[in-house]
């Protein structure tokens, strides 16, 4: 129930910027003009790790200095002898360019979390259930971010200021990003 809430609180937004900048388009760009399409895609491998992660998303430029996009995230963890994970959901961003070179974004996401633990991870398996092993929950992050851009290509790191340690969606409250917006 709280991605359905998240997702139609999106399309109400985005309703409302389709509405305000259709009324603000007459005469020479229309709405798609302004929209840039991309996302990020990452992958990490290791002896006992693998993490992939697809995140296409859609970016609306208001005017040479703000943006407001919506995107989608699908990742993949397994942890050998740990933990195995499918993280699903969406997210709204708000991105300001002060000056062309830099870019300050907000971005708020919630995500589903399927979290499976390895049967060695509670040392002997035959004395526990299915319902100890598996930890199905929502999280909410709030990245607040700043990034070098080069045209269509953002770099730069963010902040989950809601990240806690123990719920294994992120390993840090800081990662580094690649943003790519066509």
Same mark, same amino acid.
């Given at each position: 129930m709280?991605?359905?809430n998240f997702l139609t609180k999106? =399309? !109400?937004i985005i309703a409302l910027i389709t509405c305000y900048c259709s009324a603000n388009?007459? $005469?020479s760009n229309s709405f798609w003009d302004n929209v840039r399409f991309g996302g990020? !895609?990452?992958a990490a491998f290791g002896n006992n790790y693998t993490d992939v992660t697809l995140a296409p998303g859609a970016l609306y /430029? =208001? $005017?040479e200095y703000v943006g407001v996009g919506v995107g989608l995230q699908g990742t993949y963890i397994k942890y050998r002898d740990f933990y195995e994970s499918y993280i699903y959901g969406a997210s709204i961003i708000g991105v300001f360019n002060p000056i062309p070179e830099v870019q300050l974004s907000a971005e708020l996401e919630q995500l589903r979390v $399927?979290? &499976?633990?390895? /049967?060695d991870y509670f040392g002997q398996p035959s004395y526990i259930n299915d319902s100890d092993r598996k930890r199905n929950f929502w $999280? &909410?992050?709030l990245f607040l971010g700043a990034g070098y851009r080069m045209e269509n290509v953002t770099v730069g790191v963010r902040y989950n200021v809601l990240f806690r340690e123990s719920d294994r969606v992120y390993s840090?409250?800081?990662?580094p990003f690649i943003r790519v917006y066509f």
């Open positions: 709280p991605l359905f999106c =399309v !109400a388009a007459q $005469n990020t !895609a990452g /430029e =208001v $005017n $399927n979290l &499976t633990y390895d /049967e $999280n &909410t992050a840090d409250a800081f990662m």
